[in-house]
């Protein structure tokens, strides 16, 4: 049964940071895109960062771009986004979710995803 469990959320400043850790199991992470997603309330899911099976190539939104990383540890099987500069604006719950080996920017394309974890930033 594969399982993704995010953990790093929570209340944060305008200005602060925040690093979301996503912990897997049950899939050979190495073989598996990882992304990030979030849901503001009233809006759609929406792409934030992907990363690809091996690490070698990562795609920010251009709404974090700058400001996010995401990053993966393939012997943990752990993937992370860290956060810096947030604003308000990326108030939402944050989803980590698989892919199978491509990357993609489209939350239909994902096999697998967490529970999320709340991300809120007072201003």
């Known amino acids: 049964q594969v399982q993704l469990v995010e953990s790093g959320g929570g209340l944060v400043q305008a200005g602060g940071s925040l690093r979301l850790s996503c912990a897997s199991s049950g899939l050979t992470f190495s073989n598996y895109a990882m992304g990030w997603f979030r849901q503001a309330p009233g809006k759609e899911r929406e792409f934030v960062a992907t990363?690809?099976?091996?690490?070698?190539?990562?795609v920010n939104a251009d709404s974090v771009r700058g400001r996010f990383t995401i990053s993966r540890d393939n012997a943990k099987n752990m993937v992370y986004l860290q956060m810096n500069s947030l604003k308000p604006e990326d108030t939402a719950i944050y989803y980590c979710a698989a892919k199978f080996y491509f990357t993609s920017y489209a939350p239909r394309e994902y096999s697998y995803w967490g529970q999320g974890t709340q991300v809120t930033v007072s201003s």
């Open positions: 990363i690809s099976s091996r690490g070698s190539r990562t």
